[in-house]
């Protein structure tokens, strides 16, 4: 069974970081180009950011310089850094393959306020 789990998310003060990770299980996904999407309360699922399977990254607007996507093929895991936060930030986050999208995961709860 392929799976996606998503962590490391949190409530955190604005300009602050937070690291979150989305290991996958049940098949390879070194191949494959991923991506961070985000959902806010009330709003629509949006793609954030992606890296190729050779370590291409894009990153939307809002969070490019930010934010930084990086993988590690032997551990099947995503990581996503996220460096001064913004309360505009807070959504569930939610990784997935680009090239052959599985089951979303539970996604992790990403909450910047004061």
């Known amino acids: 069974q392929v799976q996606l789990v998503e962590s490391g998310g949190g409530l955190v003060q604005p300009g602050e970081s937070l690291r979150l990770s989305c290991a996958a299980s049940g098949r390879i996904f070194s191949s494959d180009d991923m991506g961070w999407y985000r959902q806010a309360p009330g709003k629509q699922r949006m793609f954030v950011a992606r890296i190729s399977s050779s370590g291409y990254t894009f990153y939307i607007a809002s969070v490019k310089g930010r934010f930084t996507i990086s993988r590690d093929n032997a551990k099947n895991t995503v990581y996503l850094q996220m460096n001064s936060l913004k309360p505009e930030d807070t959504a569930v986050y939610y990784c997935?393959?680009?090239?052959?999208?599985?089951?979303w995961g539970q996604g992790t709860q990403v909450t910047v306020s004061s």
């Open positions: 997935n393959s680009i090239n052959n999208p599985v089951p």
